[in-house]
C-alpha cells in the first residue's frame, strides 16, 4: 500500500530540546516536503527536497532542519523547538514537481511548553 | 510567497449544492488542485485542473477556472455529511518551490 508515515503523531516538548519528527515513503518518490499547517494560515511549506542530498527551503524555514540522506526518508529536525513551532506537520511525497500525485502523511502535533 | 484566499467556514444542508470559492495572486499557476482534509487526517487530493481549462468535471465535483479574475471554485453536488471536512485550494507556479496553500474552508453540512 502507497504510504507516508510521520512519526512520532504526537510530541509535546519543553523549549531547547532537540527533537526529530520522522517521515518515510514507499513509493520511491524524488520529490518530498514538510508543511506546518496553522488554524487561520493554511499549510505552509517548510523545507523540500528534489532528491537524496538535494534540499531547499520553503516559506517559513527558520528554527527547522531538514536532510535526505535516503530516498525513502526526510526527517526534519528541531535543534532548539520553541512554543511558537507548537503546530500540526505534514510530511508529503510526490513523483513529480507539478504535485498531481502528491501523498500526504498523517500528520504530527507537536506542542512545545 | 502566493497568496491563495479562501473564507473560513460555510455551512450547507444535506442534498444541496456546496460551492467552496479561492482566489489566488499568481499569474503563472500551472496547476490548481482541491484538497480535502478529515479531522484527524492528512489531506487527501481530491481534484486538479490545469491552467488552460475553464472546467473540470468529476462525479458529483465540479471545478471552475476564471483565469482572467484568478478564482476558482469547487462544486459539490448532493452535498452528503460524509463530506464535513475542511477543503483547501492550491495552486502551483512555474518555479521548482512546491504547492501554495490557501486558509481552508471547514464545510459543515447540516443533516
Known amino acids: 500500500e502507497a504510504q507516508v508515515t510521520q512519526n512520532p503523531r504526537y510530541l509535546i516538548t519543553v523549549t531547547g530540546k532537540k527533537l526529530t519528527v520522522t517521515c518515510s515513503q514507499n513509493m520511491n518518490h524524488e520529490y518530498m516536503s514538510w508543511y506546518r499547517q496553522d488554524p487561520g494560515l493554511g499549510l505552509r511549506q517548510i523545507y523540500y527536497s528534489m532528491n537524496v542530498e538535494v534540499t531547499d527551503k520553503g516559506d517559513v524555514p527558520e528554527g527547522y532542519k531538514v536532510s535526505r540522506k535516503e530516498k525513502r526518508n526526510f526527517p526534519l529536525i528541531l535543534e532548539s523547538p520553541s512554543p511558537n513551532q507548537t503546530s500540526l506537520y505534514f510530511c508529503a511525497s510526490s513523483l513529480t514537481l507539478d504535485g498531481i500525485e502528491q501523498y500526504f502523511g498523517p500528520g504530527t502535533r507537536l506542542t512545545v511548553t | 510567497g502566493e497568496d491563495v484566499e479562501q473564507s473560513l467556514f460555510l455551512s450547507v444542508r444535506e442534498g444541496d449544492s456546496s460551492v467552496i470559492n479561492c482566489t489566488y495572486t499568481?499569474?503563472?499557476?500551472?496547476?490548481l488542485y482541491w484538497y480535502k482534509q478529515e479531522p484527524g487526517a492528512g489531506l487527501q487530493l481530491l481534484t486538479y485542473i490545469f491552467s488552460n481549462m475553464d472546467m473540470k468535471q468529476d462525479q458529483r465535483l465540479t471545478v471552475l477556472l476564471n483565469k482572467k479574475d484568478k478564482h476558482l471554485s469547487l462544486r459539490i453536488a448532493d452535498t452528503q455529511t460524509g463530506d464535513s471536512a475542511i477543503y483547501f485550494c492550491?495552486?502551483?507556479?512555474?518555479?521548482?518551490?512546491?504547492?501554495?496553500f490557501g486558509t481552508g474552508t471547514r464545510l459543515t453540512v447540516i443533516p
Open positions: 499568481d499569474s503563472s499557476s500551472t496547476y
Open positions: 492550491a495552486e502551483k507556479g512555474t518555479g521548482a518551490n512546491n504547492l501554495f
